[in-house]
């Protein structure tokens, strides 16, 4: 299976700022799925978005997916500090985990 | 309980030691998932369950890793001859139905493993 890449790499931005994180990926997909993991904890789900879907909202969170370009965006407004974590992009079973995205909000 | 649990939470084991790490998914979750994540790395796939058949076992590093699921339940990661390369967070994950499928994956908060 293909691995998903996250863009950037790391991202630090202030409390109130949004933040836009990117994932590229390979493989066919029929869904993706954004994770976040604190620092020693485990993965959690934040949202899913199906191939036939181009966007998805869950309060703060937009997820967009472009399979054209296979490619995914997830958009955190009004970012708090608590929001700090990595960030991962997904598709159990299809396509591997990337490195994340370290995502810092400053208080 | 309502999410996946994973036990022991930290491993502690001498160079050469047999571990085993348990994994209970969520009740009635099809699929199940085992990952290796180093620090600062994201999660590696290690082996994939649909119900007790082990449909995926690439990404087990070697021979020494051996994953189990007799009852399509209960799952565990049985290690041999652990060696420092090892020392890692092990994740389990649990999704409803199958591999590929439209459903979200749910974690386990992981077993530190650390070889000393």
């Known amino acids: 299976s293909q691995q998903g890449e996250e863009d950037p790499q790391a991202l630090s931005i202030q409390e109130g700022e949004n933040a836009t994180m990117n994932c590229s990926y390979k493989?066919?997909?029929?869904?993706l799925q954004w994770y976040r993991q604190n620092s020693g904890r485990g993965l959690v789900h934040l949202i899913l978005?199906?191939?036939?879907?181009r966007e998805k909202h869950s309060g703060r969170l937009r997820v967009t997916l472009d399979t054209s370009k296979k490619s995914s965006s997830l958009l955190i407004t009004a970012s708090r500090a608590a929001d700090t974590a990595s960030y991962f992009c997904?598709?159990?079973?299809?396509?591997?985990f990337g490195a994340g995205t370290r995502l810092t909000v400053k208080p | 309980g309502a999410g996946v649990s994973q036990s022991p939470r930290y491993k502690v084991a001498k160079r050469g030691q047999d571990v085993a790490l348990r994994c209970d998914p969520i009740?009635?979750?099809?699929?199940l998932f085992w990952y290796q994540q180093a620090l600062g790395q994201g999660p590696e796939f290690l082996t994939y369950?649909?119900?007790?058949?082990?449909?995926?076992k690439s990404g087990l590093p070697s021979d020494r890793f051996f994953a189990e699921r007799p009852e399509g339940s209960v799952s565990t990661l049985k290690i041999q001859r652990t060696q420092q390369e090892d020392s890692a967070v092990y994740l389990c994950?649990?999704?409803?139905?199958?591999?590929?499928?439209?459903?979200?994956?749910?974690f386990g908060q992981g077993t530190r493993l650390t070889v000393v």
């Open positions: 994950a649990s999704s409803l139905v199958g591999k590929g499928k439209s459903t979200e994956a749910f």
């Open positions: 493989t066919s997909i029929n869904n």
């Open positions: 978005i199906r191939s036939n879907e």
């Open positions: 997904a598709s159990p079973g299809r396509m591997r």
């Open positions: 009740s009635g979750h099809v699929s």
């Open positions: 369950f649909q119900n007790e058949a082990q449909l995926d």
